[in-house]
Nanobody
Framework: QVQLVESGGGLVQPGGTLRLSCAAS????????MGWYRQTPGKQRELVAD???????NYAGAVKGRFTVSRENAKNTVYLQMNSLKPEDTAVYYC???????????????WGQGTQVTVSS
């Protein structure tokens, strides 16, 4: 069974930094893209950033230049370094990964449980 576990959320002042981590575990054959989404009450979940297994990245316009997504393939882990945080970055952040598990054929989408990020003075 495949599982994604996130960590690193919390409360930070405007202009501050946070680093989120998401580790995939279980019977994993291969991982393709990994990434981060966020959601606020009453709104749809939106892409923040993602990264392919080869290291190509993609960012939402609102975070470009402030956030950096990276991954350690040997640890099945993806990170989100968030700098110059703004109150509008406040949301629940979710990790997503395209994983080929040992019990299925093909890649499936897996989600973490979400971690709260609050930017406030």
């Amino acid at each position: 069974q495949v599982q994604l576990v996130e960590s690193g959320g919390g409360l930070v002042q405007p202009g501050g930094t946070l680093r989120l981590s998401c580790a995939a575990s279980g019977s994993i054959v291969s991982i393709a893209a990994m990434g981060w989404y966020r959601q606020t009450p009453g709104k749809q979940r939106e892409l923040v950033a993602d990264i392919t297994s080869g290291g190509s990245t993609n960012y939402a316009g609102a975070v470009k230049g402030r956030f950096t997504v990276s991954r350690e393939n040997a640890k099945n882990t993806v990170y989100l370094q968030m700098n110059s945080l703004k109150p509008e970055d406040t949301a629940v952040y979710y990790c997503k990964a395209q994983i080929w598990g040992a019990t299925i054929t093909g890649f499936g989408d897996y989600w973490g449980q979400g971690t709260q990020v609050t930017v406030s003075s």
